[in-house]
């Protein structure tokens, strides 16, 4: 199975200020065939079902505002959320589906200093 | 919209079995897997499997191998997923999740179901 790293698992970022949240797979999960990467970005928050926010690694889905944006390649991605604003406190997770069998980060738990 | 919607929380004894139904609405059921995932209290997402509402063929985690199954009954746009010899360890919140994409067994979840709390205790 491809195991997901996310880090660091909790911080606690200023209101306005940029949240880095990063995500590291153990093998690739980029396909040259398409030149895509399988990777998926979710927002939790507390008694809620997770969100979808990202999917194809940078491509935000519909109605999630343009302050989430993700990045990276091959086995290295990062999630930035700019300008946190206090909805925005939640646990996010990563999530591949370059292979069938899905598997997610552990998560990492976004709170306002 | 799109939507799924699940059953109703479960109390369950060690040993139990446990059926959980997912119905989806706003799409074509047959055309998107659905995808079951767990979550123990105060943890993080642990995918179970998936299911394709068209085949009926189904895949499941190397961990619940043997005691999982996950089935549909299309007429009514339903998933089920039903957990056997039930202990502690699986209390959980339940969630169905719809592919992202259809006609590829790669792909993100969205949306999700409301979840639905197995609690098994003695």
């Known amino acids: 199975d491809i195991v997901m790293t996310q880090s660091p698992d909790s911080l606690a970022v200023s209101l306005g200020e940029r949240a880095t949240i990063n995500c590291k797979s153990s093998?690739?999960?980029?396909?040259?065939?398409?030149?895509?990467?399988?990777l998926a970005w979710y927002q939790q928050k507390p008694g809620q079902p997770p969100k979808l926010l990202i999917y194809?690694?940078?491509t935000r889905e519909s109605g999630v505002p343009d302050r989430f944006s993700g990045s990276g390649s091959g086995t290295d991605f990062t999630l930035t959320i700019n300008s946190l604003q206090a909805e925005d406190v939640a646990v996010y997770y990563c999530?591949?589906?370059?292979?069938?069998?899905?598997?997610f980060g552990q998560g990492t738990r976004l709170e306002i200093k | 919209q799109v939507q799924l919607v699940q059953s109703g929380a479960e109390v369950k004894k060690p040993g139990d079995s446990v059926k959980v139904s997912c119905k989806a609405s706003?799409?074509?059921?047959?055309?998107?897997?659905i995808n079951w995932v767990r979550q123990a209290p105060g943890q993080g997402l642990e995918w179970m499997g998936w299911?394709?509402?068209?085949?009926?063929?189904?895949g499941y985690a190397q961990k619940f191998q043997g005691r999982i199954s996950m089935t549909r009954n299309s007429s009514i746009s339903t998933a089920y997923m039903e957990l056997s010899s039930l202990t502690s360890e699986d209390t959980a919140i339940y969630y169905c999740?719809?592919?992202?994409?259809?006609?590829?067994?790669?792909?993100?979840?969205?949306?999700w179901g409301q979840g639905t709390l197995v609690t098994v205790t003695s």
């Open positions: 999740a719809k592919a992202g994409q259809g006609a590829t067994i790669f792909y993100w979840l969205d949306p």
């Open positions: 999530q591949q589906y370059s292979s069938t069998l899905i598997t």
């Open positions: 194809w690694a940078s």
């Open positions: 299911m394709n509402p068209i085949s009926g063929n189904s």
């Open positions: 706003g799409y074509t059921f047959s055309n998107y897997d």
């Open positions: 093998q690739s999960v980029f396909y040259s065939s398409n030149d895509k990467n399988y």
